[in-house]
């Protein structure tokens, strides 16, 4: 299997990957250097996932490296998250989130309810991408990762702050209070509630560079704590 290390300096973070007679599938447009005697192709992706696209802002192209060597992809002032990904798991991974993974990793799509999707802001069609299979995987996120374990058990988060979840967890759109006048008077938008038997990466705080980046891109002011 591939090795993912991510590697830092001057407060940028990258992935650097090792492959040994292997490959690796990565983000569209994510290769910053390749050394070695490594070939990239890009897989056609399936009618399906061609038909998906319409609806999503997902890139259903992945490039696959193969060979020996070193892949360095591109830094960011956020952060990135190696994981596991277990033969008895499906993870449904946030938009943009997906940043890489081994070969041995099937990249697949999942579709939220129309109901959850109207609720959140998404139209009537909301697919986000899935890993299945055996090895790593990568997640580029904007901070520091927590996992958070749920046991048939609900969890209330307000923000879009799960990064990933395993698919033995559902989502919904719910609002906190019990009734619209609590809710109206507590200033308090939809929150989004998760259920069920699983695992979840929350990314709440993101690292005070990529915060000040953000600003900057929204057009937002940077006001010093």
């Known amino acids: 299997m591939a ?18 007679d292997d490959d690796v599938r990565t983000e569209r447009g994510a290769l910053y250097r390749m050394d070695g005697a490594v070939e990239m192709d890009v897989p056609l992706p399936s009618l399906r996932s061609m038909w998906v696209s319409l609806f999503s802002d997902e890139s259903i192209l992945r490039p696959r490296y193969v060979g020996s060597g070193e892949l360095y992809l591109d830094s960011t002032f956020g952060g990135y998250h190696v994981f596991d990904v277990m033969p008895d798991e499906t993870w449904i991974l946030d938009r943009h989130c997906f940043w890489a993974s081994d070969g041995e990793v099937r990249l697949g799509v999942h579709r939220e309810t129309m109901w959850t999707s109207f609720w959140a802001g998404e139209g009537l069609f909301w697919y ?56 109206w008077l507590s200033g308090q938008k939809l929150s989004h509630v998760y259920e069920g038997t699983g695992r979840m990466f929350v990314c709440a705080v993101p690292y005070w560079r990529q915060r000040i980046q953000q600003r900057r891109a929204g057009g937002g002011d940077v006001v010093a704590d």
């Open 3 to 20: 090795d993912f290390e991510v590697e830092s300096s001057e407060g940028c973070r990258w992935v650097k990957v090792t492959i040994d």
């Open 128 to 183: 986000k991408t899935t890993l299945q299979g055996e090895g790593q995987a990568v997640l580029s996120v904007d901070g520091p990762v927590e996992e958070v374990v749920l046991d048939d058990d609900r969890v209330l988060i307000d923000g879009e702050y799960v990064v990933a979840r395993t698919s033995g967890i559902t989502m919904r759109m719910k609002r906190p209070a019990r009734s619209f006048l609590s809710h």
